[in-house]
């Protein structure tokens, strides 16, 4: 017995064409156009987030309860509030001074008389 042969079609072979290459500005070489497109993409998208980022609206800060006018009144008072005298940590705390501006508010309300240290870092109202 014979086997029948097959009949076999002729396959045409596509080609693929050939990805379009842009020219970058900075080496001359080619890249395609698919990377080109994704690196602006991811550019557009970096500079979105960006601003979308700026755009967020802060929280107010908070305000001690302690500051009330200037800085001097503001140390002064919490000075005055405590009985035996108050370390610069807790002015700190209280004012919400940063330690420049408390360090020159102690330095000048010292000076005037109105504070003395009791001991180094404790403060008392005269």
């Known amino acids: 017995m014979k086997k029948a042969k097959k009949q076999v079609k002729p396959v045409s072979k596509k080609v693929a064409a050939p990805a379009?290459?842009?020219?970058?500005?900075k080496?001359?070489?080619?890249?395609?156009?698919?990377?080109?497109?994704?690196k602006a993409v991811k550019a557009v998208n970096?500079?979105?987030?960006?601003v979308v980022k700026a755009a967020k609206p802060k929280a107010p800060a908070k305000k001690p309860a302690?500051?009330?006018?200037?800085?001097?009144?503001?140390?002064?008072?919490t000075v005055k509030r405590s009985k035996n005298g108050v370390a610069i940590a807790k002015?700190?705390?209280?004012?919400?001074l940063s330690p420049r501006q408390l360090s020159n508010?102690?330095?000048?309300?010292s000076k005037s008389g109105k504070i003395a240290s009791k001991e180094?870092?404790?403060?008392?109202?005269?």
């Open 20 to 25: 379009k290459r842009a020219v970058s500005s």
């Open 27 to 38: 080496k001359k070489i080619s890249v395609p156009a698919k990377k080109v497109k994704a």
């Open 46 to 50: 970096k500079k979105v987030a960006k």
């Open 66 to 77: 302690a500051v009330q006018g200037t800085v001097l009144s503001s140390v002064l008072s």
């Open 91 to 96: 002015i700190k705390e209280k004012t919400g």
């Open 105 to 109: 508010a102690l330095y000048k309300l």
């Open 120 to 126: 180094r870092g404790i403060y008392i109202a005269k």
